[in-house]
């Protein structure tokens, strides 16, 4: 395929790299007015989890990235892939309205708004659906430093795949991804989002993603946000026993927490994307988007740790990552 990775975000590079390698061409997409901050050449430092040899799964590489600012309505991509933060989607579709042309439009982010609603003036016939599990950051070197987990989650909103969203399902299993699907992606990305927030919420008093997954004191207080943010969902219709992700969070608090902390510890892919996780103030969007749509339902733990950010918004500091 030809694709597209619409910016140049942590995951649109991990995820360019990776299907580059895989044989597509991959080209990048920057606006105009930032082409210029961004040098072609990136030096990473990943976990590739696809990888089944432990030896081939720490890449060290320096990945050369083909940037372009222009978008012409006659384009011959194949798949425009945009991997962004769930705020960045709406200037998103504005850039990509009228310039699809006869590509597959890939959406892989987050939302807790309906998706269909937000990418309403793309061609929705041409629209294929994910959702991305890799992460990290970019450190004061410049050196990517992340993971690629071995699947990838997409769906559609009740219908059967069609012959585009197939083909997205083709070309990451050729590439080495699992991948999970689902005919309730609505719901499945409600889920991830409130479980998301949860665990933010908890950075606020942990300080930091680390202590959170890790210490199991905050793991369990992470365990009992998530529980409180399940209501929110409840109230928007989500079906919870449908949902098997958030199973570990209805066991004993107790042993979810050491659970999380053990997995934290022996993934080597959750400490890289943790270690370079560089930017919390993207963690936090998360929580303060979904406490400003809370449906009428009541979070007393939640509220609490919103106005502990905000505190310590005003006086100066901030959590780490």
């Known amino acids: ?17 990776a299907l ?3 044989g597509h061409h991959v080209d990048f997409y920057v606006r105009p007015a930032r082409i210029s901050q961004f040098p072609s050449e990136m030096d990473l430092d990943i976990w590739d989890l696809r990888q089944k040899k432990r030896t081939d799964r720490h890449v060290r590489t320096t990945y050369r990235t083909r940037l372009r600012s222009d978008l012409p309505a006659d384009h011959d991509y194949d798949l425009i892939f945009v991997c962004i933060n769930h705020h960045q989607i709406e200037s998103a579709v504005e850039a990509l309205t009228n310039r699809v042309g006869h590509a597959t439009v890939l959406i892989f982010t987050n939302f807790w708004t309906d998706p269909l609603t937000v990418v309403a ?8 659906w994910g959702y991305p599990f890799a992460g990290g950051g970019i450190d004061t070197d410049h050196v990517l430093r992340g993971a690629i987990f071995p699947k990838v989650a997409l769906g559609t909103f009740g219908e059967r795949p069609t012959t585009r969203q197939q083909a997205v399902t ?5 590439a080495g991804w699992g991948v999970s699907s689902t005919r309730r992606f609505r719901e499945w990305l409600w889920v991830h989002f409130a479980t998301h927030a949860a665990m933010s919420a908890q950075v606020i008093r942990a300080g930091s993603v680390r202590a959170v997954t890790t210490d ?3 793991a369990r207080q992470m365990i009992y946000n998530v529980r409180e943010a399940a209501k929110v969902l409840k109230a928007r219709g989500v079906t919870l026993t449908r949902h098997p992700e958030l199973a570990p969070f209805y066991l004993p608090a107790r042993l979810g927490a050491a659970l999380i902390a053990f997995e934290a510890r022996r993934n080597p892919g959750m400490k890289a994307m943790m270690d370079g996780h560089q930017r919390p103030e993207e963690i936090m969007q998360v929580f303060y988007d979904f406490m400003d749509e809370t449906f009428g339902v009541a979070l007393p733990r939640m509220e609490a740790l919103k106005a502990e950010g905000q505190a310590a918004l005003d006086s100066g500091s901030r959590p780490n990552t």
């Open 1 to 17: 395929m030809k694709i597209l990775m619409f910016g140049r975000g942590v995951n649109s590079v991990q995820y360019g790299w």
């Open 216 to 218: 199991p004191v905050q």
């Open 121 to 128: 003036p793309l061609p929705l016939d041409q629209l294929a």
């Open 170 to 174: 083709q070309m990451f299993r050729d």
């Open 20 to 22: 580059e390698k895989a």
